[in-house]
């Protein structure tokens, strides 16, 4: 192959949830959003903290945390970093104050949102966020460069302290139990938002009465749309975040924040530690090696070909075989393994796969709705050189099983995951070319999502994990 051939690379951002959504679509380089200044309406919107974890259920396979996005650990990691080391606060676990859900949910259909951002050249809705989530438009966030994304995330960051400022000190604390291990705020429960406090004082005023409580207890706890004023005051701590970078101290924006007036009950309480970064696992050399090598013992096995959306199965026959070296820009050489599978009673091939046999891979993680996880590794393929509409392809997955011995972890092979795709969209932006993938239907097996293995043990795990799986095109 030539070492200018093109490839591609699945990235490995799945995901804290059940998702097999996986972002590999090119950035471009265009500015990203604006908010929708201005709009707010002051309509008040009721909600409850409770309500965070019926969503959190809802849209469980698009939650993600912010702190696994390539844009955070490009551009604000190094930032949230230095400023955890400044002080006490844990900053970067305040993220999981809201749900942040990306795609599943039509952003329009969105309207109890407190906060937009929309796409500058098409006015199209990226970000609504509402008291306790921020709903994220997958498909238009990929289009965004890092940069560009790095700023909506610390934007959006921002706009969820500011919100605070609209429960009451009970849901707030309970907000912030939620959220972080062992916080400690039952003393400061019953205070009120500061717009109750102040609408307590006017009250108190026209009747003389000095008991802010009474009138606090009384008043509903809402959110709000926020307007031109609230945008101007997250945008002051935005700049100040901005200008400092990562000299930016614990100090420095705990007075910003209480100069812009941010509500700062959040930082009277005893915080509790975040939560840890699930980060993937990544294989050490010899730990690839062992599984590309067990790939290559199935060779003229008998195993059995699940096709998970059908419900039925088969037994078939799996021929492998490993090329000659091959050069990969910006890698060493990896050498090029084809799978074909073949139902025992069948003339024509289930599946023929062709991908790399590399190293330095990262195992990712997803989770069922039993809590159950399951190890993956994505396998790279050659990609497809002329990306059309209708092009149908494959995405295909190692299932592993996890074996922990002695202190050290180890892979073993479970199995072959194949998920079907077809091209729905192709655009050129900037002269890079972006596709846009979705799970391909129909009835035949060649069209089914296919595992391969010895048993059914996986098969009701996979099935409803990659039910709703939207495989990413291989483009470039």
């Not at 009138?215 to 609230?230: I, L, N």
């Not at 050069?327 to 050489?333: C, L, S, V």
């Amino acid at each position: 192959m030539d070492s200018t051939r093109k490839y591609w690379h699945l990235t490995t951002a799945l995901m804290v949830s059940a998702s097999l959504v996986l972002s590999a679509c090119q950035e471009t380089s265009r500015k990203a959003s604006v908010r929708a200044a201005g709009k707010g309406t002051g309509a008040q919107v009721t909600e409850s903290v409770a309500k965070k974890t019926e969503v959190a259920k809802k849209y469980s396979k698009n939650i993600k945390d912010p702190r696994n996005l390539t844009a955070y650990n490009s551009h604000l990691s190094e930032l949230f970093k230095a400023l955890e080391k400044s002080g006490q606060v844990p900053w970067s676990g305040l993220f999981s104050l809201k749900n942040w859900i990306f795609g599943g949910v039509d952003l329009k259909t969105i309207s109890n949102f407190i906060s937009e951002e929309y796409e500058v050249r098409h006015q199209q809705a990226v970000v609504r966020q509402t008291q306790f989530e921020v709903f994220v438009d997958d498909k238009a966030f990929v289009t965004i460069a890092s940069e560009e994304q790095a700023k909506l995330i610390l934007r959006q960051y921002l706009t969820s302290l500011y919100s605070l400022r609209n429960l009451s000190g009970q849901e707030l604390c309970t907000l912030a139990k939620q959220s972080l291990n062992n916080t400690e705020c039952q003393a400061l429960a019953q205070t009120p938002t500061p717009e109750q406090a102040a609408a307590a004082r006017i009250e108190a005023s026209k009747s003389k009465s000095k008991s802010d409580t009474t009138v606090a207890k009384t008043a509903p706890s809402v959110s709000r749309k926020m307007e031109r004023a609230d945008e101007n005051r997250v945008d002051r701590v935005l700049a100040l975040i901005t200008q400092k970078g990562v000299q930016l101290t614990e100090a420095d924006l705990l007075k910003e924040l209480t100069d812009a007036g941010f509500d700062m009950r959040l930082f009277s309480f005893k915080l509790g530690k975040a939560s840890e970064v699930a980060n993937p696992k990544k294989l050490t050399d010899a730990q690839a090696e062992a599984l590309f090598k067990a790939v290559m013992q199935l060779h003229g096995q008998e195993s059995t070909c699940f096709s998970l959306r059908s419900d039925s199965n088969s037994k078939c026959l799996v021929n492998v075989e490993r090329s000659d070296v091959f050069k990969i820009p910006g890698h060493a050489g990896y050498r090029l393994i084809s799978l074909a599978v073949k139902e025992a009673e069948a003339e024509s091939s289930l599946l023929t796969e062709v991908f790399y046999e590399m190293n330095g891979q990262d195992v990712v993680e997803v989770m069922n709705s039993k809590n159950e996880k399951l190890q993956l590794l994505p396998l790279v393929s050659k990609g497809l050189e002329k990306p059309e509409v209708g092009t149908k392809y494959r995405l295909n997955y190692l299932v592993l099983k996890k074996v922990e011995a002695e202190g050290k972890t180890d892979f073993g092979l479970s199995g072959v995951l194949s998920i079907p795709g077809v091209l729905k969209k192709v655009t050129v932006v900037d002269g890079k070319t972006a596709c846009e993938g979705a799970l391909a239907e129909g009835k035949e097996k060649a069209q089914d999502i296919i595992l391969i293995a010895s048993d059914d043990k996986l098969v009701s795990s996979l099935k409803e994990v990659t039910a709703k799986s939207q495989p990413t095109a291989p483009c470039w």
